[in-house]
């Protein structure tokens, strides 16, 4: 009877140890680091957690000494009852209980109540790192010996792609809800941009001259409802500053040109991290920057509201007209306006799975790099799954397309 209560005793701890090595492997780290400061129990699941080899080391041994010591008790309770068949069936029942009520059941119980289990064990994993601090030095030798024999390579960091999963992992269990994912993601990806990815190109910048009257600036700022406008000279590759609309409302009944008023502008380059800018644009208080090509013109330009929306999304004002680049208009068709970018609609509609490099941004490059012509309206081309139709052309520019998603052939088996 003695030998029973001692095996029942055994195959508890085997679940124990089973269902700590769990919990350890598979607790949330970040909320156990949260909880410490207030809570001595995760205090000490963090400290424990901190020296991970050590605690798997201990865990490791406690489970197979039980787990031995119960199959040897177990073969002299069965011998006793069996006798020659007792070393058989000793071992059929022991691998079934074990497996059972030592492995799976424990196990499972442990992964969806990792973090609580974790902080009830902790105690008594200390307990047993203490008691068994021989055999894990021994091991923790044995380990670094061989870690030196078989050198790992590559880098042990998260990398951008994992964490955009952790990301939407948590977003499908609930944790955080699509605007947070999405909110986050962005925050991932924002260092990835270049200014060229967000420009406001050269033929849509609206600038005035320096040498304009008050009264047609007025209207420029009426027309457009823009609150700064570049200024330049001679022509657009000749940026001197910008103006403010306050400023220029301000001085406008005394005013006999804006040059009182016109500010410094930052220059930058297209191929200036985003992140940078931003930097820029804070240091200097300032809300645009000219982009120069190579040569020294206007490319474009990129403002405060143009980078933060690539952060929170698209920001709209009273002044401004909601523009919907992408509209579904039937069933598998829709419109899509030729300045959005390249990349969204790619995600959008999962193209380009290839991974094919173009040397555009938007959409109108993409077309016209497509069709290798000025296009015109009704030209129409297949990529992947989808028929690209040209509908609106402004000059030799590409204003909206309508995509229409074709079924993919069915692969011959």
Known sequence: MTLIVVLIVLVTLSAYFSASETAFSTMNRIRIKNL????????????????????????????????????SIATIVFTQYFKNNGVTISTIVMTIVVLIFGEISPKSIAKENAESFAMFSAPILKFFTIILAPFN????????????????????????????????????????????????????????????????PRVDVVAVRADMAPDEILEVFEENGFSRLPVYEDD?????????????????????????????????????????????????????????????????????????????????????????????????TYRILCTANLDDMFKIFELNKSGKEYISNTVSGWVIEELGKIPSVGDSFVFENVEVTVMRIDSKRVMEIEVKVIDEPEKEE
């Open 137 to 200: 030095y021994a091991f923790m030798g044995l380990k670094m010996l061989l870690s030196k024999i078989f050198k790992s390579s590559g880098d042990k960091g998260i990398t951008e792609e994992e964490l955009i999963t952790i990301i939407d992992e948590a977003e499908n269990e609930g944790g955080i809800d699509k605007h947070e994912g999405n909110l986050i993601r962005s925050a991932i990806e924002f260092n990835d941009l270049d200014v060229i990815d967000i420009i406001t």
């Open 36 to 71: 410490a400061p207030t809570n001595k129990r995760a205090a000490l699941t963090l400290e424990l957690y901190e020296n991970y080899d050590r605690l798997l080391s201990t865990i490791l041994i406690g489970n197979n000494i039980v787990n031995i010591a119960s199959a």
């Open 236 to 332: 657009i590759d000749n940026v001197i500053g910008v103006i403010n609309e306050k400023d220029f409302h301000k001085n406008y009944k005394n005013m006999k040109d804006i040059k009182s008023i016109i500010k410094p502008i930052l220059y930058t380059t297209p191929t200036t991290k985003i992140s940078a800018l931003l930097r820029q644009l804070q240091i200097q208080k300032t809300h645009i920057a000219i982009v120069i090509d190579e040569y020294g013109g206007t490319q474009g330009i990129v403002t405060l509201e143009d980078i933060l929306e690539e952060l929170v999304g698209d920001i709209w004002d009273e002044h401004d007209e909601v523009v919907e680049e992408f509209k579904k208009v039937g069933e598998n």
